[in-house]
């Protein structure tokens, strides 16, 4: 059974920054290489993907709202994916969930292929 934990989300004013992690316990996979990716959901919308990132070779993915603000890191030692957050907007205000599935690749961001999540960390960017 995996577990996963998001935390380091708390309100911040536009312009700043956070660092989030996504701890996960148990087993994710029998080579322990996954692809780890972030989620965000804000308040009335769809789940979308952010950023994810490839155990195996730290590839990283992104998404076009986020790249060059995002940076997407890994620990596997401790089994914890980060997301560095910098020059928050407002629409980024979201609930941040991790997830894991076997490869990254085209389908990164397909929520539908992910099936064991977190219990997300709130993000609120004011302005």
């Known amino acids: 059974q995996v577990h996963l934990v998001e935390s380091g989300g708390t309100s911040v004013p536009a312009g700043g920054s956070l660092r989030l992690s996504c701890f996960a316990s148990g087993q994710i996979y029998n080579s322990g290489t996954h692809c780890r990716g972030w989620f965000r959901q804000a308040p009335g919308g769809e789940r979308e993907g952010v950023a994810a990132?490839?155990?195996?070779?730290?590839?990283?993915w992104y998404a076009a709202s986020v790249k060059g603000r995002f940076i997407i890191s890994q620990d596997n030692a401790k089994n914890t994916a980060f997301m560095q957050m910098n020059d928050l907007k407002p629409e980024d205000t979201a609930m941040y969930y991790c997830?894991?599935?076997?490869?990254?690749?085209?389908?990164?961001?397909?929520?539908?292929?992910?099936?064991?999540w977190g219990q997300g960390t709130q993000v609120t960017v004011s302005s």
């Open positions: 990132i490839y155990t195996g070779t730290s590839g990283t």
């Open positions: 997830a894991p599935k076997r490869l990254c690749g085209l389908t990164w961001a397909d929520t539908t292929r992910y099936k064991n």
